[in-house]
């Protein structure tokens, strides 16, 4: 096995993927250097070699509102819409989608979607931003249609770390406030009624919150940071808020902290999810076939001690999972029932 420094990112060459201690060697390079590529479009592993290479690493990760809506821990006609919409993405990987879900454009002979962000450019963003958690790594694969197509990855430590002193002491105690705000920042998503299973998952509520600064499961220090769906930082306005990072996005968003990956088929790219973020700035439109696929695990088994948390941080209390399904529960079932009302009103005035 031969590791490769591409500056914010590696390249392993020489590396069996059917063999799991390499494997789980593998994972433990991704868990540091965040940002791993490994081509093998020559020989190319499937979506099941995948799903169970990431599980040697840790536990499955999947959006906890999507969990808790596939296991019917959310259920009712309110969350109708929302667990199709699962089913359509989970129908396309079948067995794996504990883990794992497709990116892309196609849909199935009844016209419906077989992958997540179907149409348009992606801006920065991490799975789950909202949401504190240990670290977590997405395998991105591409297996058809690719060519022509990139994603760009970008590590936030190397930025961290040339923050001047007064930087430092400040994001290491600001606290993101997550809300919603329905416009995915500068995400050209085309297709926004048929991401509300998604947008879901990220922002359920506003008024979660994150530390700013978070490491990985070696120590590695950087942001979460908030592209989209920021409302503002904990003890500031949220004017004062805006102009504090976009000061720092001007220290982060640079060309030596980013990777691109021009795709061909075959070809993956482990991501983590913690310190760094990743865009497609690709405009998929229809007719693309373009399709890659996503799993996602925790590094707990590599790195105990790094396990999935089980609460969420909201208004400075950690609130437990189940009490946190039932608010968002409460406030699904609030906005279907007010959209019943209107759709009533509007009958009856025709």
């Known amino acids: 096995m031969k590791v490769i ?12 993927l ?3 201690e390499q494997c789980r060697e593998v994972g433990r390079i991704a868990a540091h ?23 040697l690493w ?18 009712g006609s309110h969350w109708r819409d929302v667990k199709l919409y699962i089913g359509y ?16 454009f196609l849909r199935d002979d009844k016209n419906r979607p077989t992958g997540l962000f179907t149409t348009g450019r992606l801006d920065w963003h991490c799975d789950q931003q909202s ?26 430590s190397e930025a961290y770390e040339a923050l001047n002193p007064e930087d430092k002491t400040m994001v290491d105690e600001l606290i993101t406030v997550w809300g919603w705000d329905g416009t995915m920042g500068a995400m050209e998503l085309k297709d926004p009624a048929e991401q509300e299973a998604m947008i879901y998952s990220n ?51 640079r060309p030596e902290y980013v990777y691109t990956r021009d795709w061909k088929d075959g070809q993956i790219v482990f ?38 948390v089980d609460y969420v941080l909201f208004d400075g209390e950690k609130v437990p999972y189940e009490t946190f399904l039932d608010m968002v529960d409460q406030k699904k079932l609030n906005e279907y029932n007010n959209k019943k009302k209107t759709r009533s009103e509007l009958w009856l005035k025709t």
């Open 131 to 156: 949401k504190v958690d240990s670290q977590r790594i997405i395998g991105l694969m591409s297996l058809f249609g690719s060519e022509g197509s990139q994603t760009t990855f970008l590590r936030t």
């Open 89 to 104: 993405i989970a129908n396309a990987i079948k067995d794996y989608a504990d883990t794992m879900s497709r990116v892309s």
């Open 18 to 20: 059917y063999d799991d």
């Open 5 to 16: 420094d591409l500056g914010t990112a590696v390249e392993i060459k020489d590396v069996d």
């Open 58 to 75: 840790g536990e499955p990760s999947k959006g906890f509102i999507h969990k808790a809506v596939a296991e019917g821990r959310l259920n």
């Open 271 to 308: 991501m983590d999810q913690n310190i760094t973020l990743h865009a497609r700035p690709t405009n998929v439109q229809e007719g693309m076939t373009r399709t890659m696929v996503r799993n996602i695990t925790y590094m707990n088994k590599l790195f105990p001690g790094n396990d999935p």
């Open 203 to 253: 922002i359920p509520i506003d008024g979660m919150e994150t530390p700013l600064t978070e490491t990985t499961a070696t120590g590695r220090k950087g942001f979460r940071f908030p592209n989209y769906a920021f409302s503002h930082f904990k003890g500031m306005t949220r004017e004062e808020s805006l102009e504090y990072r976009s000061h720092l996005w001007s220290l982060v968003n």
């Open 33 to 55: 250097e965040c940002v791993v590529f490994i081509d093998k479009s020559e020989d190319r592993i499937d979506e099941k070699r995948l799903h169970d290479l990431q599980l």
